[in-house]
């Protein structure tokens, strides 16, 4: 995966994040959905909440982008 530059991350909609509120985890492309959710248990400073709206948001792209997501919520990241 090609890292993104500052000025290209700033280019990209606050929708296109999993977090738009911190612009954190970009989802804009396949790759991206996958590092997602991949670092999704790394990110800090946010609320369950926030988590759970951020998850609803991946998997609408994941979905978008063809992006084979079996786990059904977040918490079950990591989780055989």
Do not use: C, Y
């Not at 509120?21 to 989802?27: F, L, Q, Y």
């Not at 609320?47 to 063809?66: F, T, V």
């Amino acid at each position: 995966m090609a890292e993104l530059k500052e000025e290209q991350r700033d280019h990209i909609d606050s929708d296109k994040f999993a977090f738009p509120k911190e612009r954190k985890e970009p989802i804009h492309d396949a790759t991206h959905v996958r590092n997602a959710i991949a670092r999704f248990n790394q990110v800090e400073g946010v609320s369950d909440d926030e988590r759970d709206a951020a998850w609803r948001r991946i998997k609408k792209a994941a979905d978008k982008h063809g992006v084979e997501v079996n786990e059904k919520s977040w918490r079950e990241l990591g989780k055989s």
